[in-house]
């Protein structure tokens, strides 16, 4: 069955630091998601991408966040210099499409990012 | 603000019970519900789509929407110990000016089963 892959699976970095975070879609899904989770909190959506481009954003994706599909495959998710805050579980999701029926968002294993 | 509010529970049932799991959205705009069931320290995993007012069945499963209401639940039949998970519910507003396809997500209901 496919299935949404992240890697790494733990990533420790310093505050002000940039780390990118890895996903390979399902094949032939063409919306692309980020969404994260603090410990304890609720899943928050981060940013959607479809035809390379966002497609929506939330407040918590600002200018230190950024997203990328640099080939067929992969869909990355890059922070540019890194604030405790950060700490989080962060998820990557894909759906087939967008219309009622074939918008299932299916979840990756996710990637927890300590910031030190 | 956009809110879908879950009861965080624990909920407590018997092995072979039927759980009850419930879950409201604030606007009416929303077009598509989920459930997720979310191992601890995993990530959420669909278990269940609805779109239309009424029941869907998918095994031991069924999901129940009821939009004027604003209300979607979910009733998990001869619940199981490896059932015992913090369980979702997420909504859609796809078809909406600015609603795209992000999923805003519950707190999520913790379900215990209990031998």
């Known amino acids: 069955e496919p299935e949404v892959t992240q890697t790494p699976s733990h990533q420790v970095t310093q505050m002000g630091q940039e780390v990118i975070l890895r996903c390979v879609p399902i094949?032939?899904?063409?919306?692309f998601y980020w969404y994260r989770q603090i410990l304890g909190q609720k899943v928050e959506f981060l940013v959607s991408?479809?035809?390379?481009?966002?497609?929506?954003k939330s407040e918590i994706f600002d200018d230190q966040f950024s997203v990328e599909r640099p080939d067929g495959s992969n869909f990355t998710l890059k922070i540019r210099s890194t604030k405790l805050e950060d700490s989080a579980m962060y998820f990557c999701?894909?759906?087939?499409?967008?219309?009622?029926?074939?918008?299932?968002?299916?979840f990756g294993p996710g990637t927890r990012l300590t910031v030190l | 603000q956009k809110e879908v509010e879950q009861n965080s529970g624990p909920l407590s049932v018997p092995e072979g019970a039927i759980a009850s799991l419930n879950c409201t959205y604030s606007?009416?705009?929303?077009?598509?519900f989920f459930w997720y069931r979310q191992y601890s320290g995993k990530s959420p995993e669909l278990i269940m789509s609805?779109?239309?007012?009424g029941d869907k069945e998918d095994g031991r499963f069924t999901a129940q929407l009821n939009k004027a209401s604003q209300y979607v639940s979910l009733l998990i039949r001869d619940s199981q110990p490896s059932d015992s998970a913090t369980y979702l519910c997420?909504?859609?507003?796809?078809?909406?000016?600015?609603?795209?396809?992000?999923?805003?997500f519950g707190t999520g209901t913790q379900l215990k089963v209990e031998l």
């Open positions: 991408f479809y035809n390379n481009e966002i497609s929506e």
């Open positions: 997420a909504v859609n507003m796809f078809g909406l000016t600015g609603g795209g396809n992000k999923l805003t």
């Open positions: 609805i779109y239309s007012n």
């Open positions: 999701a894909s759906s087939e499409a967008m219309a009622a029926h074939y918008n299932e968002q299916f």
């Open positions: 094949s032939n899904h063409l919306y």
């Open positions: 606007d009416r705009g929303s077009q598509s």
